[in-house]
C-alpha cells in the first residue's frame, strides 16, 4: 500500500473567465472532475515536475499557476489538486 501527500490551490482567481490556466487544467489535468472544477497533477518525480512546468510555460500559463505547482512539487507532494 502506498500513500499520497496532496497539495491543494484554491484557483479561482487564476480560473476566472475561461483563463489560460483553465484551458491548460481542461487539456492536460491528469484527472480531472470539471463539473466540481477540479483538476489533479501528478509532481513527484522532479524530472516529469520540471517537463510540466516546461509545458505550462509553453501553453502560456500564469506564474501564479505555475508557481503553485512548483511549490507543491517542491515541497514533497505526490499530486497537485487545482480547484474553484
Known amino acids: 500500500m ?5 497539495a491543494e490551490v484554491d484557483a479561482t482567481e487564476m480560473f476566472g473567465d ?9 487539456a492536460h489535468a491528469t484527472f480531472s472532475h470539471t463539473n466540481a472544477c477540479e ?3 501528478h509532481c513527484a518525480e522532479q524530472a516529469y515536475a520540471e517537463s510540466k512546468q ?10 501564479e ?8 512539487a517542491e515541497s514533497g ?3 497537485v489538486i487545482f480547484y474553484a
Not at 502506498?2 to 496532496?6: P, Y
Not at 475561461?18 to 481542461?26: A, G, I, L, P, T
Open 39 to 41: 483538476f489533479m497533477f
Open 65 to 72: 499557476f505555475m508557481a503553485a505547482y512548483r511549490e507543491a
Open 54 to 63: 516546461r509545458d505550462m510555460k509553453a501553453a502560456g500559463c500564469s506564474a
Open 18 to 26: 475561461e483563463s489560460v490556466d483553465w484551458q491548460y487544467c481542461m
Open 2 to 6: 502506498n500513500f499520497i501527500i496532496a
Open 77 to 79: 507532494a505526490t499530486w
